[in-house]
């Protein structure tokens, strides 16, 4: 497993679970080689702007549970990713629903923190 910081494989995944038309397969190879913390990131984000009481999320959720129970190690990856300072410095600093819509402005936001 690697710990990729790279921008396009973290926004594959993430539009992948959000819009749809992401393989299973796919999702697991983007999550297992991506850092820990974009694999957090974006599963968080994606369960705190697309919340289960909303009709809405259904199909976004779905996507995100389906990856997550057929590849365990990708819970164990975002685990990882929660503990990480970076995740602490970004929880202290911001929401994840005020990068409603702009989830690749998320995700450079986390690589250039990454990568510093």
């Known amino acids: 497993m690697e710990n ?3 921008r396009n494989q973290a926004l594959r995944l993430l539009n992948g679970l959000e819009q749809g038309g ?9 999550a297992e080689n991506l850092d820990p ?4 990131v974006i599963v968080r984000f994606l369960r705190e702007v697309y919340p289960a009481t909303e009709p809405a999320a259904r199909p976004v959720l779905e996507r995100v549970v389906e990856l997550t129970h057929a590849y365990p190690g990708i819970v164990a990856r975002a685990r990882e990713g929660e503990a990480d300072s970076i995740t602490a410095w970004f929880t202290s600093q911001h929401t994840f629903t005020e990068f409603r819509n ?3 402005t998320l995700i450079d936001l986390v690589v250039d923190k990454l990568e510093s």
């Open 4 to 6: 990729s910081t790279d």
């Open 102 to 104: 702009r989830g690749a």
């Open 22 to 30: 992401l393989h299973p397969v796919e999702g697991r190879i983007l």
């Open 37 to 40: 913390v974009l694999v957090y």
